[in-house]
């Protein structure tokens, strides 16, 4: 059984091909906060798992259609507490848990699923000129983020 090393965790990871558990077991997953099922790592000593697309996401990501200023970045532990609230993703509003990228210059941050999933499908939505944080944040396309959510609920992520 090869062992794999995640920058996430200390311990070695294992590869399972099927998580799906037999029983009524659920294990949610360090990246995006989900329940842990098809291929995915697991760590035998302190029972952290992780999907194999959580543990394949990019380290960096430039030009995001909604923070093309700076690169985002993978940031791998919970968020700090921001002016004594805690951090929620700029697209879906939901608290982050888990993975997320962030830029600390602007305290801009996106959690795992909606800095991947979003990527191109803003994209489609967005001129390139436009920019988030140019926009009041309880203005911003509020049928880009109902898009957005939806299409989340329907994939599955």
Same mark, same amino acid.
């Given at each position: ?30 990246? @995006?906060?989900? &329940? #842990?099922? %098809?291929? !995915? $790592?697991? =760590?035998?000593?302190?029972?952290? *798992? /992780?999907?194999?697309? +959580? ?36 697209? @879906?509003?939901? &608290? #982050?848990? %888990?993975? !997320? $990228?962030? =830029?600390?210059?602007?305290?801009? *941050? /996106?959690?795992?699923? +909606? ?43």
């Amino acid at each position: 059984m090869a062992e794999f090393h995640h920058m996430s965790h200390d311990h070695p990871l294992v590869f399972d091909e099927d998580a799906d558990s037999p029983n009524d077991t659920t294990y949610d997953c360090a990246g @995006c906060a989900g &329940k #842990v099922s %098809g291929s !995915s $790592y697991s =760590c035998g000593e302190c029972g952290f *798992y /992780l999907h194999k697309r +959580c543990a394949e996401v990019p380290l960096e990501i430039e030009h995001h259609p909604v923070h093309s200023d700076h690169p985002l970045c993978l940031l791998f532990q919970p968020l700090p507490v921001i002016h004594q609230r805690p951090v929620h993703c700029y697209i @879906c509003r939901f &608290k #982050v848990k %888990g993975f !997320s $990228y962030g =830029c600390s210059y602007c305290r801009f *941050y /996106l959690d795992v699923n +909606c800095a991947l999933f979003s990527r191109d499908t803003v994209g489609k939505f967005m001129k390139p000129s436009m920019n988030i944080l140019c926009l009041p944040g309880s203005l911003w396309f509020p049928s880009i983020q109902s898009y957005l959510l939806s299409a989340r609920a329907v994939s599955g992520q």
